[in-house]
C-alpha cells in the first residue's frame, strides 16, 4: 500500500448508481488515480473490483462518495469486506510513514510476507492485520491458496526482477539501470512499497535514490 492521490472529478460529473462509477468516465479517472492496480496488495489484477474503503452498508451516502472509492483486486476485496473499514487511507496519509512490507526468497519462494507496523494506533494495527492476511492467508483453503500465488506468481518474479537492475546498477552503473531502479519505485509500479523499502534499507541505494522516495 502506497500514498495515492485522487483526481478533483469534473462539475459535471455524478456519482448517482453503481453504473456511474463501475465504467464511463468516472472509472477511468479511477482507475488512472489507483494507478490501475489494487491499492491495497498493489498487484495490477486481471479481476477488478471498485472498492469502498469504508464500507456503505450503514451509511448509504458512502456508496456514492467518490473519496471512498478505489480500485482493489477480487482477493484483497474479499478478504476485506466490511471488517476492515478503519484502515489506513491512502490519499490522506503515506502508508509508507505507518506500514513496512519485505520478503524473505528462500529456495526460489516466499514463505510470508513480513508486515511491521511503525506506530501503534488502532488504525495502522488494523491495516497491517488485513495486510498479513492478504499476504499470508486466511480463514479457508481458496483464500491460501491465492495467498501462495499472489506472493510466489505475482510478487516473487517482479521483486526478483527488481534486485536484477539493483545488481546491474553496481556492477555496470554505465547502462542505465538508475532509470529503471527510479521508474520501479515509483508508486505507479507494482509493489512499489516493498521495491521502496529495499532502496531504504541499503544506505548506498538510499543515498543515490533518496529523492525519487519522495
Known amino acids: 500500500m502506497v500514498k495515492l492521490t485522487k483526481s478533483l472529478l469534473p462539475d459535471d460529473i455524478k456519482i448517482e448508481s453503481d453504473n456511474d462509477y463501475r465504467h464511463g468516465t468516472v472509472f477511468h479517472i479511477l482507475a488512472e488515480d489507483c494507478h490501475h492496480k489494487c491499492y491495497i496488495c498493489e498487484d495490477k489484477p486481471t479481476s477488478i473490483n471498485v472498492e469502498h474503503i469504508v464500507s456503505h452498508r450503514n451509511d448509504p451516502a458512502l456508496k456514492y462518495n467518490w473519496h471512498n472509492l478505489f480500485i482493489?483486486?477480487?482477493?484483497?476485496?474479499?478478504?476485506?469486506?466490511t471488517r476492515y473499514?478503519?484502515?489506513?487511507n491512502p490519499t490522506e496519509c503515506d502508508p509508507e510513514d505507518y506500514i513496512a512490507l519485505s520478503i524473505e526468497i528462500q529456495n526460489d519462494f516466499i514463505d510470508t510476507v513480513h508486515v511491521d507496523f511503525l506506530q501503534q494506533d488502532p488504525c495502522t494495527l488494523k491495516t497491517a492485520e488485513l495486510l498479513r492476511f492478504v499476504y499470508n492467508g486466511g480463514s479457508t483453503d481458496i483464500k491460501e491458496i491465492e495467498c501462495v500465488n499472489l506472493r510466489n506468481e505475482h510478487l516473487l518474479p517482479d521483486i526478483k526482477l527488481f534486485k536484477q537492475y539493483i545488481q546491474g546498477f553496481f556492477a555496470e552503473p554505465e547502462l542505465g539501470y538508475d532509470a529503471i531502479i527510479k521508474k520501479e519505485i515509483d508508486r505507479s509500479s507494482k509493489f512499489a512499497a516493498f521495491k521502496r523499502k529495499i532502496i531504504r534499507d541499503n544506505p548506498e541505494l538510499l543515498s543515490f535514490f533518496s529523492d525519487a522516495l519522495v
Do not use: L, P, W
Request: aromatic share 0%; hydrophobic share 30%.
Open 72 to 81: 482493489a483486486c477480487t482477493h484483497c476485496n474479499n478478504i476485506k469486506g
Open 85 to 88: 473499514d478503519d484502515v489506513i
